[in-house]
């Protein structure tokens, strides 16, 4: 199946602690995107990989750090989870952020 | 298996006529709808949104349509203007999760809409 997979699903944790969510894409896609669903209308955009550079990294905490080991993958990492941290986060990527925009299946995020 | 389609990845239309862009279905659980908006090197931003209970909504240039039964929107734009070119996403939810997903949305893979002057 060609498709944008992220794990896990479902990430309860405890406040302090660092976690990952893993993004991997197999449909040949460049650019590769995390957004952060806040509420059921806004979706922020976190960052933007094309071919393994950053192209856009909006105004997020330095605790969020996203590792594209190649372009088929984009991780982000979380370190000193805190409360607010708690949201649904999305994996999307694209064809030169126009073509076949292709977002995961979402992973939402529990900070207790 | 795409629970929210969109069969068009692209659509042209001439400025000042109607844009009309589709979005299909399959999960009868998602009782609430959105249509976002994203414009290269940006983030989709939120345009207009409805819920099952309703069949039309409308803020100004933009209707969308909910047909129930056939489990199709569709989104109109009219007059359509030369900075509506850009790509639309169709997203869809669930008030009650059901399938074990993350009860986040489920985005459709979006159409380039082009606004020809």
């Known amino acids: 199946d060609t498709a944008v997979s992220q794990t896990p699903k479902y990430l309860v944790t405890q406040m302090g602690n660092d976690k990952s969510i893993k993004c991997e894409q197999n449909?040949?896609?460049?650019?590769m995107y995390w957004y952060k669903q806040d509420s059921k209308k806004f979706l922020k955009i976190m960052f933007s990989?094309?071919?393994?550079?950053?192209?856009i990294n909006e105004t997020v905490p330095n605790r969020f750090s996203p590792k594209s080991p190649d372009k088929a993958h984009l991780n982000l990492h979380i370190n000193s989870l805190e409360l607010g941290d708690s949201a649904v986060y999305f994996c999307?990527?694209?064809?030169?952020?126009?073509?076949?925009?292709?977002f995961g299946s979402g992973t939402r995020l529990t900070v207790v | 298996d795409q629970q929210v389609k969109q069969n068009s990845p692209s659509l042209s239309v001439q400025e000042g006529r109607i844009s009309i862009l589709n979005c299909d279905y399959t999960n009868s659980m998602f009782d609430y709808f959105l249509w976002y908006k994203k414009y290269p090197a940006e983030g989709p931003t939120f345009l207009i949104s409805?819920?099952?209970?309703?069949d039309k909504n409308e803020d100004g240039r933009f209707t969308v349509f909910l047909n129930k039964s056939a489990k199709h929107l569709s989104l109109h734009i009219v007059p359509s203007q030369p900075g509506d070119s850009a790509v639309y996403f169709c997203?869809?939810?669930?008030?009650?999760?059901?399938?074990?997903?993350?009860?986040?949305?489920?985005f459709g893979k979006g159409t380039h809409l082009i606004i020809q002057p």
């Open positions: 990989y094309n071919n393994k550079e950053l192209i």
């Open positions: 999307a990527s694209s064809l030169r952020d126009i073509y076949g925009y292709t």
């Open positions: 449909l040949g896609h460049d650019t």
């Open positions: 409805i819920s099952s209970i309703k």
């Open positions: 997203a869809a939810s669930a008030e009650v999760e059901s399938g074990g997903g993350a009860d986040g949305l489920t």
